[in-house]
């Protein structure tokens, strides 16, 4: 029997570790469709996806158009034959044309549980509403935004010091772990039905915008940490402290009653800013150009914010 021709499309470095599960399974990885290449940086320089990166060391061929609603680029996928076309936060939409191309169709692997937050950062989302847990699914594409029925699923907890970052990179192994156990069960013939999503609990986890990131001091301690945690490592949470726009790194919900956004107390274990109920303890920080610095070192440049 010929080994399976699979097509893969990623941008981010979530889809690294599932393009690492293609590679290494039992098929053939025929080519990797990517985002184009952006500027980034202070120079503003061509930077390429990590993907892109990935793709090209391991041989594979890239493909990086601008979209795939042309016909052009639909032809040019045909032309490498995919039996699979497995997609994994590529950022563009695949129109009816491409999901029918591949005689098995097209897969994706999704970071959350489906229904609950489909859409562009299901991630931040679920750290956002305090979810309890949350996890990947293996789901076959339709027209719809992560509509199609689901193969595979796994769990995992959201502890209460799970950050944006360090969900991502959990989610993203066991989304790798998932697809190449639904790889292996294709190939041997053990893969199940994919079933229907609900039609309960649909949430949709829309994109993040930078506005997002300011903290309302009016709102619960709680709800502002996970804030905080959520947009760790971006767009990272941004706060006034006495006049000074500073970024959150990290913080804690705590005791604490006052007008909220005055600080109750200042010290070596954090700065302790009143909320709409409880209050925050800001543990690190960043001042504007500076770097990442501990409550203890801002207080040192700051030293009139020290209360008992």
Known sequence: MARLRVAFAGTPAFAVPCLDAVLA????????????????????ALQPSPVKERALAAGVPVEQPETLKEEAAQQRLAAYRPDLFVVVAYGLILPRAVLAIPPLGCWNVHASLLPRWRGAAPIQRALLAGDAETGVDLMRMEAG?????????????????????????????????????????LIDGTLPEAQPQS??????????????????????????ERQVRAFQPWPVAEAEILGERIRVHSARATAGEGEPGSVLAAGRDGILV????????????????????????????????RRP
């Open 199 to 224: 039609g309960e609990g649909i949430t949709y986890a829309h994109k993040l915008d930078k506005a997002e990131a300011l903290i309302d001091w009016s709102r619960p301690a709680r709800a502002i």
């Open 274 to 305: 009143a909320c709409g109920s409880g209050a925050l303890a800001i543990e690190r920080l960043q001042r504007a150009g500076g770097r990442v610095i501990g409550a203890q070192d801002y207080l040192n440049a700051r030293p009139t914010l």
């Open 25 to 44: 399974a039992d098929v053939d990885c025929v080519a990797a469709y990517t985002q184009p290449d952006r500027p980034a940086g202070r120079g503003r």
């Open 145 to 185: 935004l992560d509509t199609g029925p689901v193969y595979l699923e796994r769990r995992t907890p959201i502890s209460a010091d799970d950050t944006g970052q360090s969900l991502h990179d959990r989610l993203a192994a066991l989304g790798a772990d998932l697809l190449a156990e639904g790889l292996r069960r």
